[in-house]
C-alpha cells in the first residue's frame, strides 16, 4: 500500500514521517487489496490550542473509500487516534463483506 502524505502549515521531519508509515502501515494489515492511503496533515491554528492540529486519512479500496479526521493538540497524538479510527472502521467494512458473502445470494422465492 502506497503512503502518501501531504502537509499544510507543518514540516514534516523524519519523526513524523516514521509515525506515519508506522501507523497507517499498520493500518494496512486490516484491509490488504488497499490502494493507497492518503494523509493530510494541517495546521488549523497559530497559537497552541486543544485543536491545533488536524489529521485526515483517506484509505482507497476498491469499491469504497474510508475516510477519517481528527483534530488534537499535537500531530502524533491525532495520527495515533485517526489510525485507532481506521482500524475500527476496515475491521467492520471487512466484517460486512464476510457476512455478505457468506449468507450468499439473494434468492426469489
Known amino acids: 500500500m502506497d503512503i502518501l502524505i501531504q502537509t499544510e502549515g ?31 496533515l494541517r495546521k488549523v491554528s497559530a497559537h497552541p490550542s486543544p485543536r491545533q492540529y488536524t489529521v485526515h486519512v ?6 469504497a473509500d474510508l475516510s477519517v479526521e481528527e483534530s488534537h ?14 482500524e475500527r472502521r476496515l475491521t467492520k467494512h471487512k466484517t460486512g463483506r464476510l457476512a ?7 434468492r426469489k422465492p
Do not use: C, F, W
Request: net charge positive; proline share 5%; no cysteine.
Open 100 to 106: 455478505k458473502r457468506a449468507s450468499g445470494p439473494r
Open 73 to 86: 493538540a499535537n500531530v502524533i497524538g491525532a495520527l495515533d487516534v485517526v489510525a485507532h479510527k481506521m
Open 10 to 40: 507543518v514540516t514534516l521531519t523524519e519523526a513524523i514521517k516514521d509515525a506515519v508509515d508506522e501507523k497507517i502501515g499498520h493500518v494496512g494489515q486490516h484491509a490488504p487489496r488497499a490502494l493507497r492511503a492518503r494523509v493530510y
Open 58 to 63: 483517506l484509505v482507497e479500496i476498491p469499491g
